[in-house]
């Protein structure tokens, strides 16, 4: 390992941090010279991660660098190390992709707030804290710095404080996710008193020997800090809190990032640290808290009216999903999770990015007053339904290729264990997909499709700057649902591997052998199989020569038509004219000469009698719009007849009141309420754990 | 010869040609049989396609609020899909054009068949087309559960000589039943094929079942603004959808046909799709009147899919 690559990972952090305290220095002189110092600060991390991706992922090395070269001496770790293994670095570069296309859609959507050098001094210190979390190799420094984040995402999400509930929604997240940081550094401290050390490594080496009742309530302790930190049910009402008021680069941020973080932190805590998550009690624990947050989270979602509440409430059940696999402790189940999380921050941001982008262009997230956007602006329409069906799991993008590996790793293992529990989560699993189809059905009968609210007539497609970002996002989705054989292969693979093989990383940090001393075996290796049932490039490639093919015989049309002059005429000769298609229809080829637009003398004329058919004008001698050529009720006066979100899944919604209105009380608003459910979990965790862990 | 093969297996046989010309047959067999039921004479056999026909023949008109582009596209996108989604199916055992097929595959893109409907429904902007999507969303939340309890009764029962255990290949699927016999006659497989047989008529949007197109309550709600070429796709798609379900059921449970003669194994599977049409589609729309939306969630949600998990758990232990 070439001497420069081990000080990538600590430059990217730094850049993060010296960007941060720049923009605070020199942030309000310039507003040009800030993005520019923004842009290099988000940059220059991406770049650094993307070079680390050959020597860890493909070549399988460990990055370690020791703070102020305080190597450890005898096995003993006393400096702060940085260590990067595959599974730091996939989630290095979720922060680092999420940070840089955040920015830059922030360039231009939070170009209406001011003091913005406020705003990016928080985004950098944020993204630094998270990179520093995935990227560090010492459990004190994971809660130093997820103490920077949970401190910076509240002031983000109370950015906007003249809106409604911000506030609210940044104290909530203060006061709750309070008792996740206060569980983490209850467990981090009882693991030092007994280990007397706090770095990963050498917690990895000793832990296994150790097990009592202390370090088996300091395992309960991070669970549930880190379970706090990814929102998972009961935590999840100030999540949807929060991500529903923040700016939606910030709820990129929260639902992309920080959840994954928790996420990180289960994995690192369960596969490396006390690597008991083989111990059925762990996976049943872990699997359930991740299967119900999956199903919950989406049964709320159906109910909601502002769509960033609904995407937020989305953005729980997809880490449920996560959880659920990676809690399985089987290889392809820690794949598929790993697999999902990347997903969920393509398909996830695009989708906060379209609600901010329908927020810029519409100045409202009302489900139930928004309608007809996509003519408005077609191309957040277009970007929306590629986040969508990603998410809703449509083959072939990316949320099918990570769904399919999570039904097939939760069923295999019911099988394999013999455990029926399993197989439930498999069920839900599958069921919550269909139901995130249906609310995303929701939402784009509600916003996009449907009938336009006259208040909304004169919206316009949000800037090429905004879309940009998007795209970045949309064109991943496609990429990795394509190729998931060769994302499983370059990228979660060897990240599963890394959390598996937690032998190696011993042994990088302590000096060789040192995990064999500890008796902990080094592990194979494991070869996830391919997805070999799947190809969904030669079924894409099918479907477009079908589906040309079927255009192409729908295209050659009677060709008697030539102009449209011609047309209209042999239209009418053939009675194929009705009489409302004049005016309240377009035919498919262009548009008919419209009679409206025929000068207004033509009808004062002497001897004119106007005749419906023929000169046929949607308006009145008075200037309104004749009820008789209404769009949809003709003959009736026109109104605006959109079915509201609320009212959309009626049927499904009168089968389950009973179902909704029990979950409605627990969704109280108030921050005791939500305190009370994390104390109780607490509690549930500590039981369970010391009763059967 | 090799590539000439393939696109013979893709277009003619069991390909394109193929499953739109047993759609079609299918359907009208149905609507005559129902016809019959009621004492009424009722339609050529062919007369699917005369609609076809007729549909491709008239004036496409657009709505004046609807996004034109998705509202024309997206009927032929939904055509492509249902037409690829046959090629997962081994019919007959024949060999696949993919080579491997998956359940959960198909059951994602019959899915996605019912969102290009959707989609298509909600760009008209119409309301009654509103009301017919969230009605069709309603429909496919119902069938999904006893259907996903199906597809894992059946992945556990024909993983059985495999080392995971289960397998959602289709391929294997029938290939375990061509050495062990169907699952047709396997006693703890039979609650899961009865649950099948009304998971067909839901998925495919047939008589009892069709709240999403209910002609007199909400002038077929989905397909409310259609006209001319992409209605055409819409019928056709419909058509191929009902000999896809037809031939998954063949599959599934009736894999293990095998005479040493392909094409009596492929008359027999004929035959099966036939009869299965009968029993799921025919019987229940010459018998029942529309269920209400809420009527048809609960029977799936508690009758369809207790069938299906008795299915599920009698395999689990297995019987």
């Known amino acids: ?693 | 010869m090799q590539v000439l093969l393939v696109a013979f297996h893709i277009l003619v046989f069991p390909g394109l040609l193929f499953e739109i010309l047993m759609g079609i047959l299918l359907l009208g067999t149905c609507n005559k049989l129902v016809a019959r039921m009621q004492n009424r004479v009722g339609p050529p056999i062919i007369q699917p396609w005369y609609d076809f026909l007729k549909c491709c023949g008239k004036e496409t008109i657009v709505p004046r609020a609807a996004n034109r582009n998705i509202y024309l596209g997206i009927p032929y996108v939904g055509l492509g899909i249902i037409l690829s989604t046959a090629l997962f199916i081994p019919f007959a055992g024949m060999k696949l054009v993919f080579g491997q097929s998956d359940l959960i595959v198909i059951l994602y893109l019959l899915t996605f068949v019912s969102v290009c409907m959707i989609i298509g429904a909600a760009a008209s902007s119409s309301p009654w087309a509103g009301v017919g999507l969230s009605r069709e969303m309603v429909a496919m939340i119902s069938y999904e559960l006893p259907f996903v309890f199906v597809i894992l009764a059946v992945a556990r029962e024909a993983g059985r000589g495999t080392e995971a255990g289960m397998t959602f290949s289709l391929a294997d699927i029938v290939a375990y039943q061509q050495t062990n016999g169907s699952f047709f006659l396997h006693p703890a497989l039979i609650p899961a094929w009865i649950a099948m047989l009304f998971v067909i008529p839901c998925e495919i949007g047939m008589h009892p079942f069709d709240v999403a197109e209910a002609e007199t309550e909400i002038c077929e709600g989905t397909l409310a603004e259609y006209s001319g070429k992409p209605l055409a796709a819409f019928k056709l798609t419909h058509c191929v959808k009902l000999f896809v379900m037809t031939s998954l059921f063949a599959a599934m449970f009736c894999g293990g046909i095998n005479t040493g003669i392909p094409v009596l194994n492929v008359l027999i599977v004929i035959l099966i799709c036939f009869a299965v049409m009968f029993v799921s589609m025919a019987l229940p729309h010459g018998a029942c009147a529309r269920f209400k939306t809420e009527q048809v969630f609960r029977f799936y949600w508690t009758f369809v899919s207790g069938i299906a998990l008795v299915g599920l758990i009698l395999v689990w232990c297995g019987f």
């Not at chain 1, 998550?277 to 159906?302: K, N, Q, R, W, Y």
């Not at chain 1, 104390?679 to 862990?693: E, G, I, S, T, W």
């Open chain 1, 1 to 693: 390992m070439s001497a420069a690559v081990s000080n990538f990972p600590i430059i990217a952090i730094i850049t993060f941090f010296l960007g941060a305290f720049l923009i605070a220095l020199i942030g309000r002189l310039n507003k040009v010279l800030r993005n520019v110092l923004v842009f290099i600060s988000v940059t220059v991390p991406l770049v650094l991660m993307c070079l680390l991706i050959k020597p860890v992922m493909t070549d399988g090395q460990i990055v370690a660098y020791w703070m102020g070269n305080w190597a450890p001496v005898s096995d003993w770790a006393i400096g702060i190390g940085i260590e990067v293994d595959a599974l730091g670095l996939f989630f290095g570069l979720i922060v680092t992709l999420a940070a840089f296309v955040s920015a830059l859609y922030s360039f231009t959507y939070m170009n209406r707030d001011d003091s913005l050098e406020n705003y990016y001094t928080l985004f950098l210190m944020l993204s630094g804290a998270l990179l520093g979390l995935t990227q560090s190799g010492d459990l004190f420094n994971i809660f130093v710095m997820i103490e920077i984040m949970t401190m910076t995402i509240v002031a983000l999400t109370a950015f906007r404080v003249d809106y409604d509930g911000a506030l609210e929604g940044g104290l909530k997240y203060m006061v709750v996710g309070s008792i996740g940081s206060t569980c983490l550094l209850v467990g981090i401290a009882m693991t030092y008193r007994q280990l007397h050390t706090l770095n990963l490594a050498q917690i990895a080496s000793k832990l296994p020997g150790n097990m009592n009742a202390v370090t088996i309530a300091a395992f309960a302790f991070l669970l549930v800090g880190f379970i706090t930190k990814a929102s998972l049910f009961p935590f999840h009402p100030i999540e949807a809190d929060a991500q529903t008021v923040a700016p939606a680069s910030i709820s990129l941020m929260i639902s992309g990032v920080i959840t994954k973080c928790g996420v990180y932190g289960l994995i690192r805590v369960c596969y490396n640290l006390f690597q008991n998550i083989d111990a059925p009690s762990v996976e049943i624990l872990i699997t359930g808290f991740g299967a119900l947050s999956c199903f919950i989270c989406v049964t709320m979602a159906f109910n909601q009216h502002n769509f960033k509440r609904l995407l937020a409430f989305h953005s729980i059940s997809q880490v449920g999903y996560v959880i659920a696999a990676a809690g399985l402790g089987t290889a392809l189940g820690l794949n598929a999770g790993l697999y999902h999380a990347m997903n969920h921050l393509l398909f996830k941001g695009l989708l906060f990015l379209c609600a901010g982008a329908v927020e810029y262009a519409a100045g409202t997230l009302d489900l139930d007053r928004l309608g007809g956007l996509s003519k408005k602006m077609p191309k957040t329409c277009a970007l929306f339904l590629i986040g969508a069906a990603s998410i809703s799991g449509l083959p072939p993008f990316n949320g099918f290729a990570s769904k399919w590996l999570i039904y097939q790793a939760s069923f295999e293992k019911g099988v394999s264990s013999g455990n029926f529990y399993f197989v439930v989560i498999c069920v839900i699993c599958l069921i919550s997909s269909v139901l995130t189809l249906a609310s995303f059905v929701k939402v784009s009968q509600s916003v996009f499709f449907g009938q336009l609210n006259p208040e909304f007539e004169d919206t316009k497609e949000v800037p090429a700057a905004m879309r940009i970002p998007m795209w970045i996002l949309a064109v991943l989705c496609i990429v990795t649902g394509l190729f998931p054989n060769q994302v499983m292969k370059y990228v979660t693979g060897p990240a599963a591997n890394a959390a598996i093989n937690v032998g190696t990383y011993i042994d990088t940090m302590l000096g060789q052998n040192t995990a064999a001393e500890y008796g902990i075996a080094s592990q194979a290796t494991t070869e996830i199989g391919k997805i070999g049932i799947w190809s969904p490039v030669s079924w894409l490639l099918l479907l477009l020569i079908i589906t040309c093919a079927v255009c192409l015989v729908s295209v050659i049309e009677d060709p008697k038509k030539t102009t449209e002059e011609e047309r209209f005429e042999y239209n009418k000769s053939k009675g194929r004219i009705a009489k409302f298609s004049r005016d309240g229809f377009k035919a498919a080829g262009k548009e008919l000469p419209e009679a409206e637009n025929a000068p207004a003398e033509e009808y004062d004329k002497p001897g004119h009698h106007r005749n419906p058919v023929l000169s046929g004008s949607t308006m009145t001698f008075t200037g309104e719009r004749d009820p008789k050529y209404e769009v949809f009720f003709s003959g009736e006066m026109p109104e605006y007849s959109q079915v509201g979100g609320s009212d959309l899944f009626w049927g499904f919604k009168h089968s389950w009141r009973r179902y909704f209105s029990y979950w409605r009380k627990w969704h109280s608003g108030i921050v005791n309420d939500y305190v009370l459910y994390g104390v109780a979990a607490l509690a549930f965790v500590l039981l369970y754990a010391v009763l059967f862990v």
